[in-house]
């Protein structure tokens, strides 16, 4: 049996050993964590890999009913730990009481919203090792100054320290997606609370990237800004010039009318 790869599920089933290889071995764990779990295994080209390490205990979580029947049927060892549910709506507290690591071949359509949800059980998930379209891997590993650096960058480096790891052909998945693909991997960082209110943190960002080409100052129009921090070196800047830690000062200076 084999699985047919589904357009709507983003499917690009890897075919690479060597590349499979490299990325179950991606997972460092540096801050311990017992059970790994990998988001949209397929055929388990990449979990076969995962299973081989003793150290950790693998889960998987697949919306794809016929791959979770050829998982069933090929990999016993998971028994009692298939997930069949769309990871998006998965309760991760639920079924998981430590912290987790969380490793895949990311579906591209919902790569994002993977990490966003990382973020959202940041205290649960302490790593994350994945493949994503490359152009969104650069985007994530960013820093400030670059062209690539945006919104994503400084939401998800909130959180997480990012390195790009290497880049993969878009001649090892089946079928071959338009682009060429990244794995990259995030750690948690020591930050536990940030000093501003975070959903004004997002609308701050977004608001300051959606017009990367004004300064902040213009950027942020819709914004009424503190008395007294009218003359902050913030508002002369473009947003790709701010830090993480910038923007979270910022955001301390500002507040919606």
């Keep these: 049996m084999s699985v047919r790869a589904k ?6 089933f890897l075919r690479d050993e060597n590349i499979a290889r490299k990325i179950a071995e ?33 889960w ?9 029947t ?4 090929n990999y016993p060892e998971l028994n009692g730990r298939i997930i069949s ?3 998006l709506d998965y309760n991760l507290a639920e079924q998981f009481k430590e912290p987790i690591g969380i490793i895949g071949n990311f579906p591209y359509n919902i790569s994002s919203q993977i990490l966003f949800k990382a973020v959202e059980n940041r205290d649960l998930v302490l790593e994350v090792v994945g493949m994503f379209q490359r152009e969104v891997a650069l985007r994530l590993a960013a820093k400030e100054g670059s062209k690539t650096y945006g919104i994503i960058s400084v939401l998800i480096q909130a959180w997480y320290k990012i ?17 060429k693909s990244a794995v990259i991997r995030l750690t948690r960082n020591a930050t536990q609370n ?13 608001a300051a990237f959606n017009q990367r080409r004004k300064t902040v100052k213009n950027a942020l129009h819709a914004f009424e800004i503190i008395s007294g921090n009218e ?27």
């Design 194 to 206: 940030l000093a501003c209110d975070e959903k004004l943190l997002v609308e701050v960002v977004k």
């Design 60 to 68: 998987v979580v697949e919306i794809d009913r016929e791959s979770v």
């Design 26 to 58: 991606s997972l460092k764990r540096t801050v311990p964590y017992s059970k790994v779990l990998e988001v949209g295994p397929g055929m388990g080209m990449l979990t076969k890999y995962l299973l081989a390490k003793a150290d950790f205990e693998t």
């Design 231 to 257: 003359s902050h070196i913030y508002f002369t800047k473009r947003a790709e010039q701010l830090s993480v830690a910038d923007f979270v000062q910022l955001t301390l200076l500002v507040r919606k009318p």
């Design 85 to 87: 549910k769309d990871f």
């Design 163 to 179: 390195e790009y790891l290497f880049t993969v052909s878009e001649h090892v998945f089946r079928p071959p997606p338009k682009v």
């Design 7 to 12: 357009k709507h599920l983003g499917q690009h």
């Design 70 to 73: 050829y998982l069933e049927q």
